[in-house]
């Protein structure tokens, strides 16, 4: 497996880095090698494999728009090539976003003893399902 770390000031044969593939994540389904990247949006992170859906935090998009996220973490393009952003690669990933939902609510129940106070309160988070259109 090669390393290949991006936006350093290292030349190029000091930035790949050669390592065992004992202990890393394939994905791997049915012989076939899947390309992917961590993508961050909304403040957290999310495994994008192309062609596949994910769920995250509400985007200000339109339904059937196309969404560019430039955070990207890592970028695995085949069995042997990782790339590492420091922090963020320059290769951003494009999708399509599908819909815009809400999660189901969440009750928060308050209450103090002996003071009648009681307080009943929900919650629903909003979500965007996106497509992984490229990496």
């Known amino acids: 497996m090669i390393f290949v770390l991006k936006n350093t000031n290292l030349s190029s044969s000091q930035r790949c880095v050669k390592l065992s593939q004992k202990g890393f994540f394939s994905m791997e389904t049915n012989g076939m090698f899947q390309r992917y990247a961590i993508i961050k949006t909304g403040g957290k992170q999310y495994q994008a494999l192309e062609g596949k859906t994910i769920a995250v935090e509400k985007l200000d998009a339109v339904e059937g728009s196309t969404v560019i996220f430039d955070e ?57 399902v996106v497509r992984i259109e490229s990496i």
């Open 72 to 128: 990207v973490l890592l970028r695995r393009l085949d069995k042997d090539t990782v790339e590492i952003g420091q922090p963020f690669l320059d290769t951003p990933v494009k999708a399509s976003v599908i819909k815009h939902a809400r999660e189901p609510k969440v009750i928060v129940y308050k209450w103090k003893r002996r003071k009648k106070y009681r307080r009943k309160l929900g919650h629903r988070q909003s979500f965007t």
